[in-house]
């Protein structure tokens, strides 16, 4: 958004309100939609003034993230006069976000343009019938400035009394199906060999007191550390770390924390899962883990932290990577075209 809007177009944001995003957002300086709800008890207040404000402000099209307000922009916008209704565009951030249901197919109809965020969605999106001129990939995005800006790791080592250990580091929200589990089993393989090396796992989240549990039942209290959520000093707390790892994609399979990782020219550790293959260049910029043994990821992090100089190669790399593929800018410009075509 703030990069269309330096382009000079105007952009109208919907979110839930009260939500961390709409603080985010307000913090960022964004033209906000007031009085959406986006819930399934608010749909019909929130078409009628969707439907209004898109009349109202003359809107060129809709761009929806979720099923709810793909569906609310499919019945709210209006007709104009010879010019049709506005376009609707869909970004897909999860592969599990693509239905292939017959509902989904007439939705898919209306729907002028899908972005996918990951090689897996863009192929999932042919298969239910989308045709290929209406999909476009677009990878994610790192704020690039903010972790390219050479931050301080002394803070963080003091206040986790890290020392001079090897430091992994995780960021992930503490919730089901996120590979903490086979991290640590992994962690705790890798100890046998590097004894001295530390783990912190960044985030909060619903599973927290059950990980700490399985940390306690691993024995591996002294060496890994919950951090909390953390994202004012986010940039420094990776600087602390000589390794980036993450098992398994959440809310948005681009994967953003693993780009953010690269930003701050940290190799990354990855399952190949998500758009994971196709951000980290195996052997290059990071490693990849291909099955969910804990024995590979061990093997996978000892290479990285029992090679620092490689370790340090993979992670310039990675910034580079980033600095090519992975910019806002990138993002902005695949966006305006697809705009531009369709408006």
Aim: charged share 25%; net charge positive; hydrophobic share 45%.
């Amino acid at each position: 958004m703030r990069g269309l809007r330096a382009r000079g177009h105007r952009v109208l944001l919907g979110v839930i309100p009260g939500d961390r995003f709409e603080l985010k957002a307000r913090e960022a300086g964004l033209e906000l939609i007031e009085g959406l709800r986006l819930s399934p008890g608010t749909a019909a207040g929130d078409t009628l003034r969707l439907r209004a404000l898109l009349r109202r402000e003359g809107v060129d099209l809709v761009h929806a993230h979720h099923s709810h307000d793909h569906w609310l922009a499919l019945v709210a916008r209006p007709a104009r006069p010879g010019r049709g209704r506005p376009p609707i565009l869909r970004t897909f951030h999860t592969l599990r976000a693509v239905k292939r249901d017959r509902l989904a197919a007439g939705l898919y109809r209306r729907t002028a343009g899908v972005f996918a965020v990951s090689r897996q969605i863009e192929v999932r999106c042919h298969e239910s019938g989308i045709p290929p001129e209406r999909v476009f990939w677009i990878p994610g995005a790192a704020d690039l400035p903010r972790f390219e800006l050479p931050a301080d790791p002394r803070p963080v080592r003091e206040e986790f009394e890290l020392g001079e250990a090897p430091v992994i580091v995780s960021v992930a929200r503490l919730a089901p199906n996120r590979g903490h589990e086979l991290l640590l089993e992994g962690f705790r393989l890798l100890l046998r060999e590097m004894p001295g090396a530390r783990l912190l796992l960044v985030g909060k989240g619903e599973t927290r007191a059950r990980l700490e549990q399985v940390v306690a039942d691993l024995g591996l209290a002294k060496c890994v550390v919950f951090t909390g959520y953390r994202d004012r000093d986010l940039p420094a707390v990776l600087a602390s770390a000589d390794c980036f790892a993450l098992m398994a994609t959440g809310s948005d399979d681009s994967c953003r924390a693993a780009l953010e990782a690269m930003a701050a020219a940290r190799p990354v550790v990855a399952r190949g899962v998500g758009a994971l293959p196709e951000t980290v260049v195996h052997g290059e910029t990071g490693l990849l883990v291909e099955d969910d043994r804990p024995e590979s990821v061990a093997a996978a992090l000892a290479q990285v932290l029992g090679a620092p100089g490689r370790g340090r190669g993979m992670g310039l790399a990675g910034r580079q990577r980033a600095q090519t593929v992975f910019s806002p800018e990138r993002s902005v410009e695949t966006v305006e075209r697809v705009y531009r075509s369709l408006a």
